[in-house]
Each structure stands twice: as structure tokens, then as C-alpha cells.
């Protein structure tokens, strides 16, 4: 097999295979960049930031392409309770993008991407959990419920923690672009309740395995976090009309999550150790390591966001340490993640192709 062939046939296979939830290591990197630049490490940041925006460019091309190519894989993963939600990961990787790209004055293209991924989650949350849970059985469905559906909540109150930064400087627009984020973060609080109900019965209901608590499960805790920061971003929007009505509201409700996400951290991290310590699961990388990856910058930020609306710079130190903790987790992600390429398409240099 030629290289030209083998590149060929490496990249089919990267688009045939691609995961669904594979925005989530633009989620992850993106929200990372963010806290890196609160925390002044302005290179790190930026270097963050344009890694996300590659990441992002790669993934979409490589999910158009399986569009075109693989639609039934496409449909079979839309299907799928334990992989359909992951689509919310582009939701959620094109609102923390626009995120970071607005913090340093990009607001057109960060405007743009808000569009993108508000409607993309219009329309994947009235299709991913028809077709994910509520087209099957009912008890089907209930014993997919999984870590990942989280990733519903996390896309919502992405394009909410996008709105609220964009609505400083919105303009004429400003009323507009403050109520759509009052509304995502509303619906997306509602939405944890829904999903934390679903997977909290699939728990009680159906054994548990080792092999079944996996990384996606830390969405959770993202989840939490994030609505803590939309909450505490909401808050900040005093200019706004729409954002009165709720700008002595939003703190209480994100201390609320706040300390729920605290809570569910410790027990996150006992349930990796039984699993991997004591339960002996091999611990291999996969697309869902960027699920847990992601939770912790959020964490990250949601302690730093609320801490400065409530005046409690305790929670303001807390965000400053989590933030090396999230930083040292994305290293060790991406450099399994190269590994895992290297070895899965045959990228290690003298290594010879299928057919060799």
C-alpha cells in the first residue's frame, strides 16, 4: 500500500468512526483557554484558544464528510441512547469557542457562532431525544440513560454563558440577546432536573458495572458548573430590561448548582478509583475522556464567576487552584489522545501500513 492510499484510507477511517461526542475537546480546550486567561497565563490562553479553533475546523469538516459519506452510521449514532447525545457536544464546542473568541474582541465571528450553535440545539433537542430515547421502549430507553445525556443541560447553558458575554456589547440588540440567555439557562435548569431524574432511575433500576460508570458520567458535575456560570454571568447583565427581573435570582439559584457540583466532585473521583483501582478496568484513552476533562476548567470557572457576583473570594481561590488541576488533566488528554492516534492509524514513523 502506497503512503498517498494509506492517508486515504486512514482519513475514511477517521471520518467512518468519527464519535459524535468528539466536541467535546473543543468544549474542553476552549473553557480551559478561558480560565488560562483569567489566570493571566495570556500565552498558554491564546495557544489554547487557536488549538480549540483547529480542533473545531477539523471536526466539522471531518462531520460533513460523514454526512455525505456515512449517513446511516450518522442516523445509527442519532439512534443510539448511549451515543445520540453526544451531538450536543458541537452545540456546546461552537458556544465555548465564541466564548473565548469574544473575550478578546472577536464578537462578529463569536456573534455568528452563537447563531450556529443556538439553533443547533434547537433543532438536536427535539431530535436527539426522540430519536435516542422517547422512538424506543420505554425500558430500553430508561437503561441507556448515561453521564453523556448531560451533555443536553451543557449545550443550553453554553449558548446562554455565550449570550450573556455578547449582550455587553450588543448594542441596540442588547434587550434581545439578554432574554435568549435568560431563556436557555432557564430551560436547560429545568432540562438537569429531567435528566438527572432519567439517570438517577437507570442506577436504581439496572445493575451497575464497572465498565458502565464511565468519564461521560463527570458531565454531571459539568453540567452543574456550567450553570453556575451562565447564572453568574446573568447576573452581571444590569443594563438589560430583561435581565432585572432576574439579576437578584441568578446567584442564589447558581450558588445552588454550585454546591451540588462540589458535592458530586469527590464522588466522581471515588468512582474512577473503584473502577480502575479496585474494580481493575483497564484505564485506556477514548473520546470520552474529553467529557471529564471539560467539567473540571468549568469547574474552574464557575468558582471564579460566582465568587466576584457574591463577593466571596474564597470561591475566587478555589477557581485559581482548579485551574492548573483542569490544565494538567487537558495535557494528559491530549497526549494519550496522540498516542492513541499513533498507534490506531499506523502514524508511528517505520511503522508499515495494512497490506505491508
Known sequence: MTPLTRSAETLRG?????????????MATGIISVDLRTAHATALSAALMWVAAAAYAVLLALTLARIAAYPRRLLRDLHDPHRGF??????????????????????????????????SWIVLGYAVPWAAALSHDGRESLGGAEGSWFVWVVGGQSVAVLAATLERTAGAGRDAVALLAIVFWAVSVCLYALVAICVALRLMLYAIRPGDLTPPYWVAMGATAISTLAGAQIATMTSAPAAL??????????LIFWAFGTWLYPALVFIGWWRHVRRRVPLRYDPGWWSMVFPLGMYAAACHNLGEVIAVPALVGIGAVQVWIAFAAWLIAIAAMLRRFAGEYGLRRGRPGPGE
Not at 427581573?245 to 447558581?254: I, M, W
Open 14 to 26: 477517521a471520518v467512518r468512526d468519527l464519535h459524535p461526542a468528539y466536541f467535546a475537546l473543543v
Open 245 to 254: 427581573a432576574t439579576h437578584l435570582f441568578t446567584p442564589h439559584v447558581s
Open 86 to 119: 453526544g451531538f450536543f457536544t458541537f452545540t456546546a464546542g461552537t458556544d465555548v469557542l465564541g466564548t473565548r473568541l469574544a473575550l478578546d474582541g472577536h464578537v462578529g465571528t463569536a456573534t455568528a457562532l452563537l447563531a450556529v450553535g443556538g439553533l
